[in-house]
């Protein structure tokens, strides 16, 4: 047994191929579809398909957890005294948090529910790079 038997034969053929420059088929680089469709069929069936319910178990789960941490750490409390102290740091994060809040909410509920747009960052690419770097400032 060389190599290890027949197992073994497939890969040095592939590395042949590699070395000489030709490029393998194709059906070895998809990936395995049910019912032997393309990967086209593939995807549009995935985008037919239904879309999870909005609020879950685990979404529920998530709220509830953030309620209770604002109930622990006193979080209006603690707001009230930072603004009492006429923070620069914490006016700032406030301004950067709202611009982010404010092309979400834009992104969400302008371009996706009253204009119909889905797919808003193939039509609007910068808008998510623009959210999340404003994001990342307010949260430093």
């Known amino acids: 047994m060389e190599g290890g038997g027949l197992r073994a034969e497939p890969l040095p053929r592939h590395r042949r191929r590699l070395r000489q420059g030709t490029e393998p088929p194709n059906s070895l680089l998809q990936p395995l579809l049910q019912g032997g469709g393309t990967t086209e069929e593939s995807t549009a069936a ?6 999870s319910p909005r609020l879950n178990v685990h979404s529920a789960f998530w709220i509830l957890a953030s309620i209770a941490v604002t109930y622990y750490f006193d979080f209006f409390k603690s707001i009230k005294e930072t603004i009492q102290a006429d923070s620069w740091w914490f006016a700032s ?4 948090l709202a611009a982010c809040l404010s092309v979400a ?10 204009r119909g747009i889905e797919d808003y960052d193939v039509q609007y690419p910068v808008l998510i790079p ?11």
Do not use: D
Request: net charge positive; with cysteine.
């Open 93 to 96: 994060g406030s301004c950067l």
């Open 105 to 114: 909410f834009y992104c969400i509920i302008y371009l996706e529910w009253y």
């Open 130 to 140: 623009i959210t999340t770097v404003t994001f990342i400032a307010a949260a430093v």
């Open 46 to 51: 995935e985008k037919k398909k239904k879309p």
